[in-house]
């Protein structure tokens, strides 16, 4: 399972790049604008430039309308900035037809600059309170888009976390359809460390956390704290330790 942490400027780009070790993949955004709210693209360039160059720079193009245009411009612009990891919020999509259409659009756009990058079609997993695409169809969508991961969030960040959503059963469902359809699930949304047992066992491929590194658990006011990556790092591999060997056991 490979950890993506979220600074949300050049200070905390530099935290993690002092836990460097512990981490896969940093992912820019700006927590103020929202779940998978969108950083300046100088502030992707920056931050491309602080962590180590064997570290994947991924990047949120926000929490998108249903304008396929104007999402692919931005994933275009992310991607120019220095991002190999395209992240997109379908927050205006309202049925998988919509969000097919932006993601099409966010996969050639990007694609045709750099078509190594990697695009994720990113869901809610409160869908059901904002009213956009069923976080089920989403790997589905992502498949047919021809995106390379499907991901789910929570959209409002008021303490629940991506298990008071969808029980870990409802997210092994996820993970399943999203392998089926040959590419990467991914889980964030206010994930903790007592998430990673459960977290481990569906098989996810990519966990995202931000709050859970934080100085007080704090996503907004806190800030990342390179002890708490590297702790929150080494409970992944126990918890994976214990699951290849819960598994050996058994087979």
Not at 86 to 107: E, N
Not at 150 to 171: E, N, Q, R, S, Y
């Amino acid at each position: 399972m490979l950890l993506l942490i979220s600074p949300d400027g050049v200070e905390e780009a530099l935290d993690c790049a002092r836990a460097a070790e512990h981490l896969d993949i940093v992912d820019v955004k700006k927590p103020d604008e929202g779940s998978l709210g969108a950083n300046f693209p100088w502030v992707i360039r920056e931050i491309r430039e602080a962590v180590p160059a064997d570290k994947p720079v991924s990047a949120t193009v926000g929490d998108v309308p249903y304008k396929p245009g104007t999402v692919a411009q931005a994933a275009l612009g992310a991607v120019v900035s220095g991002a190999s990891y395209i992240k997109v919020g379908l927050y205006g999509c309202t049925t998988p037809d919509q969000a097919v259409d932006v993601m099409r659009g966010v996969v050639r756009a990007v694609k045709e600059y750099r078509p190594e990058a990697f695009v994720v079609a990113s869901g809610y997993a409160d869908a059901h309170r904002i009213g956009c695409v069923n976080p089920l169809a989403l790997p589905d969508v992502a498949r047919r888009a021809g995106c390379d991961a499907a991901m789910l969030d929570t959209a409002i960040k008021d303490g629940t976390g991506l298990f008071d959503h969808l029980p870990p059963d409802v997210c092994a469902d996820f993970v399943r359809r999203t392998h089926d359809g040959g590419m990467l699930a991914a889980l964030a949304g206010s994930v903790k460390v007592g998430d990673l047992g459960a977290l481990t066992r569906i098989g996810t491929d990519i966990v995202g956390v931000r709050g859970a590194v934080c100085e007080g658990g704090d996503r907004n006011a806190g800030r990342i704290q390179p002890r708490l990556v590297a702790a929150f790092r080494a409970e992944m591999n126990r918890h994976a330790r214990e699951h290849a060997a819960t598994v050996a056991a058994a087979g």
